[in-house]
Structure formats: structure tokens, C-alpha cells
């Protein structure tokens, strides 16, 4: 049996968390049956609020939950990053790894036709992706519409990675040999950006490394999370516009 790593990276989402773990594990029966083991890790980047003590309080005895604490506050790419080592160190070479927010806005049941395409298209990153027909995005901000479509124009004139429009959503699922393969070529690396442009950067380095994409449409559930929002959108934005040329002279 092939295990199926679940990253979800949290910070203050004391609101969210366990919702979203249970989320997982409802679908545990469907992943059991396509011959896979949940195991989900949990990497909590020094929450200010009572998101590692729900955790801890539901799960620590629970084997299929690993639980990672940081010392200090990493940013989202470091969250990620730990959450990709801690597999990394655990992981077959059939494995897989799932990568998703931690807000309740993704929904796990969309997994099931991320796993089906992979195999269907041998793709080594599937991507939840927003600009897919049949796609929807719910009470999203305007200005965050526009950002992330401006995103979406802006990244694919300038990065142009084959079969992507959604270069910022993080419900991805990665072939861990893909993940084996980057970080042997980048070393420690491979994900520098600690904020959300971190996103951007592993897929551009991954295309880099010769991985192929594909993207699935999906729901983007923005009403159904509670708690403020972490993205600090001036110094997103500026990230955003520097990020693709940085990224594209140190991967030449």
C-alpha cells in the first residue's frame, strides 16, 4: 500500500484546522480503496492563537496525524518546506503528496479527481486550479479576484510553464519522486520564498527539473472560512511582480 501525504500548513487557524483534518479523514474509505494511507501532516509555523493546542488536544495520539511545531514563525514556505521534508524522509518512491491551505477554503473531496487525472494523464503536479471551466470561486474579495487573475495573465506571459493557469492556488498534488528530483537539484533551496509567492517558485523550479503539469477545475469555498486573512496584499503584490523574474535568473 502506498501512502498519501497530506500538507496542510497553519497559522492561526485555530477556527479552521480541525475542520479541515476532518475534512481528510472522511475520505479515508475512498483513499483505502484505491490502495493508499492517509497520513496527514500538520505543520503548525508558531500560531499566536489555540491552533497547535486543538491539534494537539484531538491528535496527538492519533498515528496517521504527524504534528510539526515550529519555533518561530517561517512563513508559508517554510511551513511548506517542513511539511515536504518530514515526507520526504518517510516516503516510497510510489508515494504521493497533496499540498492544500489550512482555511477551510479547499475541500478534500476534489482529491479524488486530482489522484484520477494523475494516473489518467501520468502527470507529476496535478493543480485544484481556478481558471478551469466548471471551476468556481466563492466570496472571494474583489481586489483578491483581480490580483489573482492578474496573477494568472502575468505569470504565464512571463514563466509560460506548459498546461498551467493557476500558478498561486496551493491544493496541489505532487509525485513524490517530482519533490525527490527538485530538491536534489536545488538542494535546500528549492523552496526559498517564505511567503505566498513560495507557491510560484517550486512549481517554475519543478517545470525546471522536467516535471509535466495538469490542472483540474475545482470549488474555491472563500465563505466558509473563519478568521482573518493572512495575506498582506501591498507586499503580496510587489512579491508577485518580482518573483518571475527572480526565480527565471537563478534557475538559467
Not at 475512498?30 to 493508499?36: A, D, Q, R, S, Y
Not at 508559508?76 to 503528496?97: M, P, R, Y
Request: glycine share 4%; proline share 2%; net charge positive.
Amino acid at each position: 500500500m502506498n501512502s498519501l501525504f497530506v500538507v496542510l500548513p497553519a497559522y492561526n487557524e485555530e477556527y479552521n484546522i480541525v475542520k479541515v483534518i476532518e475534512d481528510w479523514r472522511s475520505q479515508n474509505k475512498t483513499f483505502l480503496k484505491e490502495n493508499l494511507l492517509l497520513k496527514i501532516v500538520v505543520v503548525d509555523d508558531f500560531s499566536t492563537d489555540n491552533t497547535f493546542k486543538k491539534i494537539n488536544t484531538f491528535y496527538s495520539n492519533k498515528n496517521s496525524i504527524h504534528i510539526i511545531k515550529h519555533s518561530r514563525n517561517k512563513g508559508l514556505g517554510g511551513a511548506i518546506k517542513s511539511g515536504i521534508e518530514f515526507a520526504l524522509s518517510e516516503a516510497n518512491e510510489n508515494d504521493l503528496l497533496f499540498i492544500m491551505d489550512s482555511d477551510f477554503t479547499h475541500k478534500a473531496k476534489f482529491s479524488i479527481n486530482m489522484l484520477n487525472h494523475m494516473n489518467n494523464t501520468s502527470s507529476d503536479v496535478v493543480i485544484a486550479s481556478r481558471f478551469q471551466n466548471g471551476s468556481k470561486v466563492l466570496g472571494v474579495p474583489k481586489h483578491r479576484l483581480m490580483l489573482s487573475y492578474f496573477a494568472k495573465k502575468y505569470y504565464s506571459l512571463i514563466l509560460n510553464v506548459p498546461n498551467v493557469r493557476d500558478y498561486t492556488c496551493g491544493y496541489r498534488l505532487y509525485n513524490i519522486n517530482a519533490l525527490k528530483n527538485v530538491k536534489s537539484v536545488y538542494k535546500d533551496s528549492y523552496i526559498s520564498e517564505m511567503g505566498f509567492t513560495c507557491m510560484v517558485e517550486l512549481l517554475y523550479k519543478l517545470h525546471r527539473t522536467g516535471s509535466s503539469f495538469s490542472e483540474v477545475p475545482f470549488s474555491l469555498h472563500y465563505d466558509e472560512k473563519e478568521g482573518e486573512s493572512k495575506m498582506k496584499i501591498l507586499k503580496t503584490s510587489f512579491n508577485s511582480l518580482r518573483i518571475p523574474f527572480y526565480i527565471k535568473s537563478i534557475t538559467q
